[in-house]
């Protein structure tokens, strides 16, 4: 009998061998089946392995934007992987009619200016007929904005996000977001936040928390929905996070407040981070402002730095008492480098959107044992204050060089939301290789 290769799907019994269902005649076919059996079965519906199958069925009602096509990217990678071994499933490309129907619109229509960028890619600004102003979020998210000289065109009205501008009432949920609009002296255009009085790193915000001209509107996970519909909030700001709770937005998009998320974050180049003030100076009518803002932070930045040739290590303990660096290519690391220190973390992991690794502790100590400069990340467990501290947390580096040389420093926590003072935060690690200096972003343990 000719091999076979285990069961065609979808099942079918039109063959003339005798066997009660067709079979795979090779063994690409059947790889092909098995992946087909998997996508297609809704779980729970296997005998004795409820985990068989994917819940692609759920995201039919979800919106079609990032958050749910990386939801259907990791089901599909999960299972997949799980119950057909003999398969590298490397990506999937998600095609929807909307996305589809946009680009038609796109190539349809003339490109007559484009907003200039030189390093953020994870926006765009496009203008189209010279009347037409579509903003693109990380290549999947489509906005148009309506007002100040713009216009929406009616057939794909439904298909984009509108916003009408210039925007007020905004409901800023990204903690780092905060910086730029404060930069742009734009907060008037902000009526609630996620931010407490409590956890505020911005004294603006506290004061207009205090003052009630910005409204507490609940954390990023669970928003007051009354207050925001109530309020006619007209466009919510969130950071990744919200990745982790879809169906926020999918309860703010039924009641027409569109969401926009915030992808700085993910930028691979420092300057890339600060260049979204050029998005939120247009969404506020202030991009010339934004434009003179950014153009002086760049010409810090680029400015040169004297190198000092001292080894660097930047990272934390966590409760369970793992170390934690950043990844080679992160934002942190680059700002080392340019400040002319050398990050010892060299060769592993390339940026990947998560800035962050665990190391274990002997490769850890054996980096840091002669590393010059000791740099605590204070953001997730909190300052430390003195060596003592420190130790209880990690003895081994009692034996380091920057121990002996009383050369460790912490950062503040204010570190990781001011994006627009990056030039700043990499004047103040210079003077702190250099002279042993510190300022607003960084103070000695002793």
């Known amino acids: 009998m000719t091999q076979k290769y285990g069961i065609k799907?979808?099942?079918?019994?039109?063959?003339?061998?005798?066997?009660?269902?067709?079979?795979?005649?090779?063994?690409?076919?059947?790889?092909?089946?098995?992946?087909?059996?998997v996508v297609f079965t809704p779980k729970g519906q296997k005998l004795r392995d409820p985990d068989f199958g994917t819940n692609l069925i759920r995201y039919i009602y979800n919106p079609s934007d990032t958050i749910t096509f990386n939801d259907v990217k990791t089901e599909l990678t999960t299972q997949i992987n799980k119950y057909v071994p003999s398969v590298e499933f490397r990506d999937v490309s998600i095609y929807n009619s909307e996305t589809e129907e946009i680009k038609k619109w796109i190539n349809n229509h003339t490109l007559t200016?484009?907003?200039?960028?030189?390093?953020?890619?994870?926006?765009?600004?496009?203008?189209?007929?010279?009347?037409?102003?579509?903003?693109?979020?990380?290549?999947?998210?489509y906005y148009m904005l309506n007002g100040s000289g713009y216009s929406i065109p009616t057939d794909i009205k439904d298909k984009v996000r509108v916003l009408d501008v210039p925007l007020n009432n905004i409901d800023l949920v990204s903690h780092s977001t905060v910086?730029?609009?404060?930069?742009?002296?734009?907060?008037?255009?902000?009526?609630?936040?996620?931010?407490?009085?409590?956890?505020?790193?911005?004294?603006?915000?506290?004061?207009?928390?205090?003052?009630?001209?910005?409204?507490?509107?609940?954390?990023?996970?669970?928003?007051d929905f009354e207050m925001?519909?109530?309020?006619?909030?007209?466009?919510?700001?969130?950071?990744?996070?919200?990745?982790?709770?879809?169906?926020?937005?999918?309860?703010?998009?039924?009641?027409?407040?569109?969401?926009?998320i915030d992808y700085s974050s993910h930028e691979r180049d420092l300057l890339g981070r600060m260049e979204w003030i050029k998005l939120y100076g247009l969404l506020c009518n202030k991009l010339d402002d934004a434009k003179e803002i950014f153009n002086a932070k760049e010409k810090m930045l680029n400015a040169s730095f004297d190198k000092v040739n001292?080894?660097?290590?930047?990272?934390?303990?966590?409760?369970?008492?793992?170390?934690?660096?950043?990844?080679?290519?992160?934002?942190?690391v680059n700002m080392i480098n340019i400040a002319?220190?050398?990050?010892?973390?060299?060769?592993?992991?390339?940026y990947d959107g998560t800035g962050q690794m665990t190391i274990q502790k002997e490769a850890f100590f054996?980096?840091?044992?002669?590393?010059?400069?000791?740099?605590?990340?204070?953001?997730?467990?909190?300052?430390?204050?003195?060596?003592?501290?420190l130790i209880s947390k990690c003895e081994v580096l009692k034996n380091t060089k920057a121990y002996r040389e009383d050369s460790i420093y912490c950062t503040n926590s204010n570190i990781y939301l001011s994006v627009m003072s990056l030039p700043e935060i990499v004047t103040e690690l210079n003077e702190l290789f250099l002279n042993n200096e510190t300022g607003e972003y960084f103070y000695k343990i002793r």
């Open 228 to 260: 925001l519909i109530n309020n006619q909030c007209s466009l919510v700001i969130e950071n990744t996070m919200i990745t982790h709770t879809p169906d926020v937005i999918s309860r703010l998009s039924d009641v027409n407040i569109p969401v926009m």
């Open 9 to 37: 799907y979808p099942f079918t019994s039109d063959n003339e061998d005798g066997t009660y269902l067709d079979l795979n005649d090779t063994f690409a076919e059947g790889v092909k089946s098995q992946v087909l059996h």
């Open 340 to 350: 002319g220190g050398e990050y010892i973390f060299e060769g592993n992991e390339e």
């Open 179 to 223: 910086d730029f609009f404060d930069c742009l002296d734009a907060l008037e255009c902000v009526s609630f936040t996620s931010i407490n009085t409590k956890n505020s790193q911005n004294e603006k915000i506290t004061r207009l928390l205090n003052e009630d001209k910005i409204k507490y509107a609940g954390k990023y996970s669970a928003p």
């Open 113 to 141: 200016d484009k907003l200039e960028l030189r390093y953020a890619e994870k926006f765009e600004v496009l203008y189209y007929d010279s009347k037409y102003c579509m903003i693109i979020i990380n290549g999947t998210d």
């Open 366 to 389: 054996e980096k840091v044992s002669d590393c010059d400069v000791l740099i605590y990340n204070s953001t997730i467990n909190g300052k430390i204050n003195t060596k003592e501290e």
């Open 310 to 332: 001292k080894k660097v290590a930047y990272f934390y303990i966590s409760e369970n008492g793992g170390i934690v660096i950043r990844k080679n290519n992160d934002y942190i």
